[in-house]
């Protein structure tokens, strides 16, 4: 059974950084696509990241030049680090994976349960 499990989420000044961490247990797929989301109060999930074992990386937009999705395969572990965050960075964040190279949310299969990140102006 595969699981993800999120961490590192907290609350940070505007301008600080976080680094979240997602653990992977029974994931052993020889293609994949993994991703970062988030989900603020009243508005709709977004994909903020995509990495996939082909070197395929994709920013959202509001994300650029500020978050880093990486991956360890020796740890089974995705990162999302996170500098220069804003207020409206605050939001649930969730990773999650899906077989197959394709990067594509309505496709993810498996999802951790979030955590927290709150920026404070």
């Known amino acids: 059974q595969v699981q993800l499990m999120e961490s590192g989420g907290g609350s940070v000044q505007a301008g600080g950084s976080l680094r979240l961490s997602c653990a992977t247990a029974g994931y052993t797929y020889s293609s994949y696509c993994m991703g970062w989301f988030r989900q603020a109060p009243g508005k709709q999930r977004e994909v903020v990241a995509y990495i996939n074992n082909n070197g395929y990386i994709r920013y959202a937009d509001p994300v650029k030049g500020r978050f880093t999705i990486s991956q360890d395969n020796t740890n089974s572990t995705l990162y999302l680090q996170m500098n220069s965050l804003k207020p409206e960075d605050s939001a649930m964040y969730y990773c999650?994976?899906?077989?197959?190279?394709?990067?594509?949310?309505?496709?993810?299969?498996?999802w951790g349960k979030g955590t927290q990140v709150t920026i404070s102006s």
């Open positions: 999650a994976a899906k077989e197959g190279f394709a990067c594509v949310s309505s496709a993810m299969r498996y």
